[in-house]
């Protein structure tokens, strides 16, 4: 199953944030377009009792367009729930980081799994993640990561490399074991579905065998020091696998707008470009989710065996297509590919221990 063991309801709280990414897939403060948005919490509460009517896992994951901790209180009111539901509920969290020590507090006590989203020390954080207002966001992202390392929970960072610190992966180890995080995962910059960060995302996206080199050294590196770096290119070199992550299961991504989704990349049913991903709408008045079992049974299709683009590769096993809400974002079709993308795997591939055992940490 490799990828596919994350087993998650993932749940979009809010389209509003409180940093500027430049790159941000989702544009979430820029798109003039978007009305802000918060989740409706009576469709989150169905939404985990048919989560939990239908799955065995009990793995609940607050994510957003924006950033969710600033809508800390639904997320408690959430926990609540689920807690009430099954008191065997486990929380994970993505975040940007930006928040207050008491929130910092709360998420330490409450959330099993929280993964920072920071691109490294101040100088590549503060480019590439301002704040809303432009300012620096490195000294409070930094003072939180600080704290939730010394506690007993899974802390990991997730980094983008973009051109700027591509070359700059050992250095950004370096960084995240100063602070005490072990565990560290990167994600190769790509094209946003938003159109309003579409072109600076085309001009800073890295080459992706540089990209691949540089991450090879940082993780060798990692290795030697006790930490585990991880990249979204090797997420399935544990284990061979038919999909290539829960997006093809597919897990339920409730949306901001009422409808279920299988990929974070289809964060609302707005974007058309995306809607082959989405497969599920709340009716209000009848406090239900419809589901559409004929757009399930398209995205399962996306199955190894089925991607005729890889048929010769002789790392689809460990790979199955790559990523399906890029593939999508970028070809138009769910079993689309990126070529660059599947000659960085390849040469990791034939740099890397593949089968070797299950990865510890599983790509956020």
Not at 265 to 294: H, P, R, T
Request: charged share 25%; hydrophobic share 35%.
């Amino acid at each position: 199953m490799s990828h596919c063991r994350k087993k998650q309801l993932s749940i979009f709280l809010n389209n509003k944030c409180n940093l500027g990414c430049r790159y941000c897939y989702d544009g979430a403060n820029k798109s003039t377009e978007k009305r802000r948005k918060i989740i409706d919490v009576n469709f989150v509460k169905k939404g985990i009792i048919d989560y939990f009517a239908n799955y065995t896992s009990r793995e609940i994951r607050f994510f957003g367009n924006g950033e969710p901790t600033i809508e800390l209180d639904l997320i408690k009111k959430i926990v609540k729930f689920a807690l009430s539901k099954d008191s065997g509920s486990t929380f994970e969290l993505q975040t940007n980081g930006f928040f207050s020590e008491d929130a910092t507090k709360w998420i330490g006590k409450n959330i099993n799994i929280v993964w920072v989203s920071c691109d490294g020390f101040s100088e590549i954080q503060n480019y590439y993640r301002p704040t809303i207002n432009g300012g620096n966001s490195s000294v409070v992202v930094e003072r939180n990561i600080r704290y939730l390392a010394s506690l007993p929970i899974t802390l990991g960072c997730r980094v983008t490399i973009g051109k700027k610190n591509i070359d700059k992966q050992i250095k950004i180890i370096d960084y995240f074991n100063s602070l005490g995080v072990k565990v560290v995962m990167s994600d190769p910059m790509f094209v946003a579905v938003d159109a309003c960060n579409s072109s600076f995302s085309k001009e800073e996206a890295p080459n992706l065998i540089e990209y691949a080199k540089y991450f090879l050294k940082a993780r060798r590196y990692a290795e030697k020091r006790g930490i585990f770096y991880g990249s979204i290119l090797t997420v399935n070199f544990d284990e061979e696998t038919e999909c290539a992550c829960r997006a093809c299961i597919p897990y339920p991504h409730l949306t901001i707008d009422g409808h279920v989704s299988a990929c974070d990349m289809a964060s609302d049913a707005s974007n058309k470009k995306m809607s082959a991903l989405i497969y599920g709408k709340f009716d209000e008045i009848k406090n239900e989710i419809v589901y559409d079992q004929n757009a399930i049974n398209i995205i399962k299709s996306r199955k190894a065996p089925n991607m005729t683009a890889c048929a010769k590769c002789e790392v689809l096993k460990n790979c199955a297509g790559g990523c399906l809400g890029e593939a999508l974002n970028e070809t138009g079709s769910i079993f689309g590919v990126k070529p660059e993308a599947c000659k960085a795997i390849r040469y990791l591939a034939k740099r890397m221990p593949l089968n070797a055992g299950q990865y510890p940490y599983l790509h956020p």
